[in-house]
Protein backbone atom coordinates (compact mmCIF):
# COMPACT_ATOMS: atom_id res chain seq x y z
CA UNK A 1 0.00 0.00 0.00
CA UNK A 2 1.27 3.86 -0.76
CA UNK A 3 0.36 6.57 1.17
CA UNK A 4 0.20 10.08 -0.13
CA UNK A 5 0.11 12.98 2.78
CA UNK A 6 -0.96 16.20 1.09
CA UNK A 7 -2.23 19.65 2.29
CA UNK A 8 0.90 21.13 4.43
CA UNK A 9 2.14 24.87 4.05
CA UNK A 10 3.10 27.79 5.74
CA UNK A 11 0.47 29.61 7.84
CA UNK A 12 0.49 32.08 10.51
CA UNK A 13 -0.12 31.42 14.50
CA UNK A 14 -4.18 30.73 15.21
CA UNK A 15 -4.83 30.03 11.45
CA UNK A 16 -6.11 26.35 10.17
CA UNK A 17 -4.62 23.61 7.99
CA UNK A 18 -6.27 20.28 6.38
CA UNK A 19 -4.12 17.57 5.91
CA UNK A 20 -5.11 14.42 3.61
CA UNK A 21 -4.00 11.15 3.33
CA UNK A 22 -4.86 8.79 0.49
CA UNK A 23 -4.11 4.95 -0.09
CA UNK A 24 -3.73 3.24 -2.61
CA UNK A 25 -2.51 -0.49 -4.07
CA UNK A 26 -4.27 -1.97 -1.25
CA UNK A 27 -7.11 -1.16 0.66
CA UNK A 28 -6.98 -0.29 4.13
CA UNK A 29 -10.62 0.04 4.83
CA UNK A 30 -10.66 -2.29 7.61
CA UNK A 31 -6.97 -1.01 9.20
CA UNK A 32 -6.73 2.17 11.37
CA UNK A 33 -4.38 4.97 10.83
CA UNK A 34 -2.75 7.69 12.30
CA UNK A 35 -0.55 10.75 11.89
CA UNK A 36 2.71 11.77 13.31
CA UNK A 37 4.82 14.61 13.17
CA UNK A 38 8.13 15.39 13.43
CA UNK A 39 9.95 18.26 14.42
CA UNK A 40 13.94 18.79 13.59
CA UNK A 41 16.43 17.47 16.08
CA UNK A 42 13.67 15.60 17.89
CA UNK A 43 11.59 12.30 17.87
CA UNK A 44 8.72 11.27 15.68
CA UNK A 45 5.60 12.12 17.85
CA UNK A 46 2.01 10.25 18.10
CA UNK A 47 -0.49 13.22 16.76
CA UNK A 48 -3.90 11.27 16.09
CA UNK A 49 -5.87 7.93 15.34
CA UNK A 50 -8.83 6.89 13.91
CA UNK A 51 -10.39 3.05 14.14
CA UNK A 52 -11.15 1.56 10.70
CA UNK A 53 -14.60 2.36 11.03
CA UNK A 54 -14.17 5.96 12.47
CA UNK A 55 -16.07 5.60 15.49
CA UNK A 56 -12.79 5.74 17.94
CA UNK A 57 -10.35 8.75 18.05
CA UNK A 58 -7.20 9.23 19.86
CA UNK A 59 -5.05 12.43 20.19
CA UNK A 60 -1.75 13.36 22.00
CA UNK A 61 -2.16 15.88 24.69
CA UNK A 62 -0.41 18.22 23.01
CA UNK A 63 -3.19 18.45 20.17
CA UNK A 64 -6.05 18.00 21.86
CA UNK A 65 -9.05 20.34 21.38
CA UNK A 66 -7.56 21.62 18.56
CA UNK A 67 -7.03 19.31 15.66
CA UNK A 68 -9.32 16.45 14.46
CA UNK A 69 -8.90 13.17 12.79
CA UNK A 70 -11.67 12.03 10.09
CA UNK A 71 -11.88 9.49 7.48
CA UNK A 72 -14.02 9.56 4.00
CA UNK A 73 -16.77 6.83 4.55
CA UNK A 74 -15.01 4.88 1.51
CA UNK A 75 -12.42 4.73 4.00
CA UNK A 76 -9.53 5.53 1.53
CA UNK A 77 -9.21 9.30 3.08
CA UNK A 78 -7.91 10.21 6.31
CA UNK A 79 -7.82 14.01 7.20
CA UNK A 80 -6.64 15.75 9.70
CA UNK A 81 -7.52 19.12 10.21
CA UNK A 82 -5.56 21.39 12.09
CA UNK A 83 -7.28 24.64 13.66
CA UNK A 84 -5.58 26.89 16.56
CA UNK A 85 -2.20 26.62 14.99
CA UNK A 86 0.53 27.18 17.41
CA UNK A 87 4.66 27.69 15.95
CA UNK A 88 5.48 24.49 17.99
CA UNK A 89 3.20 22.61 15.90
CA UNK A 90 5.95 23.07 13.00
CA UNK A 91 6.98 19.77 11.81
CA UNK A 92 6.84 16.97 9.17
CA UNK A 93 3.20 15.11 9.28
CA UNK A 94 3.22 11.78 8.43
CA UNK A 95 -0.23 9.38 8.05
CA UNK A 96 0.25 5.48 8.95
CA UNK A 97 -1.59 2.61 8.41
CA UNK A 98 -1.78 0.76 11.39
CA UNK A 99 -1.35 -3.29 11.74
CA UNK A 100 -4.96 -3.68 12.95
CA UNK A 101 -8.55 -1.92 13.47
CA UNK A 102 -7.32 -0.30 16.36
CA UNK A 103 -4.24 2.10 16.03
CA UNK A 104 -2.47 3.01 18.73
CA UNK A 105 0.09 5.78 19.91
CA UNK A 106 3.23 3.86 19.55
CA UNK A 107 5.28 3.95 15.75
CA UNK A 108 5.33 0.21 16.06
CA UNK A 109 1.27 -0.46 15.76
CA UNK A 110 2.07 0.74 11.96
CA UNK A 111 3.55 -0.84 8.95
CA UNK A 112 2.35 1.37 6.02
CA UNK A 113 4.04 5.21 5.96
CA UNK A 114 3.53 8.02 3.51
CA UNK A 115 6.33 10.61 2.44
CA UNK A 116 5.48 13.06 4.83
CA UNK A 117 4.35 16.97 4.77
CA UNK A 118 5.74 20.02 6.19
CA UNK A 119 3.60 22.06 8.48
CA UNK A 120 5.25 25.23 8.89
CA UNK A 121 3.41 27.96 11.69
CA UNK A 122 4.95 31.33 12.01
CA UNK A 123 4.59 33.74 14.80
Known amino acids: VQLQASGGGLVQAGGSLRLSCAAS????????MGWFRQAPGQEREFVAS????????NYGESVKGRFTVSREKAKTTVYLQMNSLKPEDTAVYYC?????????????????WGQGTQVTVSS
Open 50 to 57: ISWDGAFT
Open 96 to 112: AGARGSFGGTSQSSYTS
Open 25 to 32: GRTLSNNA
